[in-house]
C-alpha cells in the first residue's frame, strides 16, 4: 500500500531516524531503501534547517497529531545529488507496536512554485500596462485642455473685437466652431475624469441602502419631474467597497434607466441585489427603450452611445465608468435587454 501511493512517503521514529520510504520517496530524492533507511530524517532536509529540525522532531512526538504544513511555510527538501526543491508536507502519526511512527506525506511543488511565479509576474506586467494606460489617458487629456482653452479664448476675442463685420454665413460658422470646441472640451473633461476615476479610491465598509437613499435624494428633482416610480426590492447590503466609486456607479444606472424611458410610459424601476456564493450580484431594472442584443458590449465603451444626441442627451461615458468601477471592485458589469421591453443592467461585487 506504501509503495503504490501517489505521495513520497517517508516514515520515522521517535529518535528521528528514517525507517520506511516508499517508491515514490525513492525517486524524488534518488536514493535506494538500504542507503538511507537507519540515517538521520535531517538527510532529506537543507543544511540550513537541520539543526532546527532534529528539536521540533522531538517535540512532535510529546503530542504527535496530525499536521499539515502551510504552503507558506516554503519548506525545502534535498535530493541526494544536493539539488533543492519546494515541498508541501502532511504528518501523521500511527501508533505501532514499537511505539509511535511519523509518516511524512511529501508533494513536490516545484510545478506549481514555477506556475505562481509566472502568474505573478504576469499580473505585475499587467498592473503595469494599466498604470501607463492610465496615465496616457490621464496625460493626454489633461494636455489636450490648454490648446482648447486657447481656441476658446480667442473665438471670444474675435466675436468682442469684429462684432460688425460676423454676419450671415460667417456667424453661423463661427457658432458651429464654438458648439464644436465646446463638445470637445467635454470630451476630453469625460476622458480625464475616466483616467482619474479610482486614483484616491478607499475601501471601506459601505453601507449600500445608504449610498442609494443618497443618489435617489440626488436624482430627486429628475425622478418627480418623470413621475419615475422607484421600487427598492430588497434592503442592499453593507459591504466591503468603493463607496464613493459605488455611489457613482449607482448614480449612473438609475440616471439611464429614468433617461431611457419610453414616451407616454411611466417609468418603473427596481433596484436590488442577490446574494451569490461569493459575491453579491446587484440590479437596476427599467422598463424603457431597452437594447439590441447587438450593441450589448459596445455600450459599455468609451463616447459609444446608440441615440442621437438630440432625443436623449449625454456623451456615452456613464457605462464606460460604470464598467471601471465595477473592474475596480473585481466584478463584471453587464446587460440584458431587449428594445422595447426595458433593460436589467446587472453588476457583481465580489466579497472582499
Ligand atoms: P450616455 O447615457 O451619456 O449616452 P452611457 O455610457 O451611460 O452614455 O450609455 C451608453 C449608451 O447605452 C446610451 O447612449 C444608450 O444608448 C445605452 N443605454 C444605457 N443605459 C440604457 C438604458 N437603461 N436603456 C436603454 N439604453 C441604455
Known amino acids: 500500500m ?41 538527510i532529506l532536509m ?48 500511527i501508533k505501532t507496536d514499537d511505539g509511535t511512527v511519523a509518516l511524512a506525506s511529501i ?18 506586467e499587467l498592473q503595469q500596462k494599466n ?18 482653452r486657447t481656441v476658446t479664448n480667442y473665438l471670444q476675442l474675435i466675436e468682442e473685437d469684429y462684432p460688425e463685420q460676423i454676419k450671415g454665413e460667417l456667424s453661423q460658422h463661427l457658432a458651429t466652431v464654438g458648439s464644436a470646441i ?43 419631474c418623470t413621475n419615475s416610480n422607484i421600487i427598492i426590492d430588497n434592503t442592499l447590503p453593507k ?9 457613482q456607479m449607482l448614480q449612473n444606472l438609475l440616471n439611464n434607466a429614468i433617461k431611457f424611458r419610453k414616451k407616454d410610459t411611466r417609468p418603473v424601476i427596481h433596484i436590488g441585489f442577490t446574494r451569490k456564493d461569493d459575491y453579491y450580484e446587484f440590479y437596476v431594472k ?10 450589448s458590449e459596445r455600450i459599455f465603451k468609451m463616447f459609444q452611445r446608440l441615440n442621437k444626441e438630440t432625443d436623449f442627451e449625454g456623451h456615452g461615458v456613464g457605462l464606460a465608468n460604470c464598467k471601471k ?8 458589469i453587464w446587460v440584458e435587454s431587449e428594445p422595447g421591453r426595458g433593460s436589467i443592467f446587472k453588476f457583481t461585487i465580489p466579497f472582499l
Not at 501517489?6 to 520515522?12: D, G
Not at 443618489?215 to 428633482?221: E, Q, R, T
Request: hydrophobic share 35%; charged share 30%.
Open 46 to 93: 537543507p543544511e540550513r534547517y537541520r539543526e532546527q529540525h532534529s528539536k521540533k522532531h522531538a517535540n512532535y512526538f510529546l503530542s504527535p497529531k496530525v499536521r499539515e504544513f502551510e504552503s507558506s511555510l516554503e519548506l525545502f527538501a534535498v535530493r541526494k545529488d544536493g539539488t533543492e526543491f519546494p515541498v508541501e508536507i502532511c504528518l501523521t502519526p
Open 131 to 148: 498604470k501607463e494606460m492610465e496615465q496616457f489617458t490621464y496625460i493626454a487629456s489633461h494636455d489636450l485642455q490648454e490648446p482648447l
Open 286 to 295: 427599467d422598463n424603457g427603450i431597452g437594447i439590441d442584443s447587438r450593441y
Open 182 to 224: 465646446n463638445r470637445m472640451s467635454i470630451l476630453v473633461r469625460s476622458l480625464l475624469d475616466y483616467g482619474r476615476l479610482g486614483r484616491n479610491k478607499v475601501l471601506s465598509l459601505t453601507n449600500a441602502e445608504m449610498v442609494l437613499n443618497e443618489v435617489m435624494s440626488d436624482l430627486n428633482g429628475l425622478i418627480k
Open 325 to 332: 468601477i465595477s473592474e475596480m471592485h473585481g466584478g463584471t
Open 107 to 124: 508533494v513536490d511543488i516545484t510545478e506549481r512554485k514555477r506556475s505562481e511565479i509566472i502568474i505573478k509576474k504576469q499580473v505585475i
Open 2 to 42: 506504501v509503495d503504490s501511493a501517489p505521495n513520497a512517503l517517508v516514515i520515522s521514529d521517535i529518535r528521528g531516524n528514517i525507517s520506511l520510504i516508499n517508491n515514490q520517496a525513492k525517486e524524488m530524492f534518488g536514493y535506494e531503501a538500504e542507503e538511507i533507511v537507519g540515517s538521520k530524517l535531517e
Open 239 to 247: 459591504l466591503h467597497a468603493y463607496e464613493t466609486e459605488l455611489r
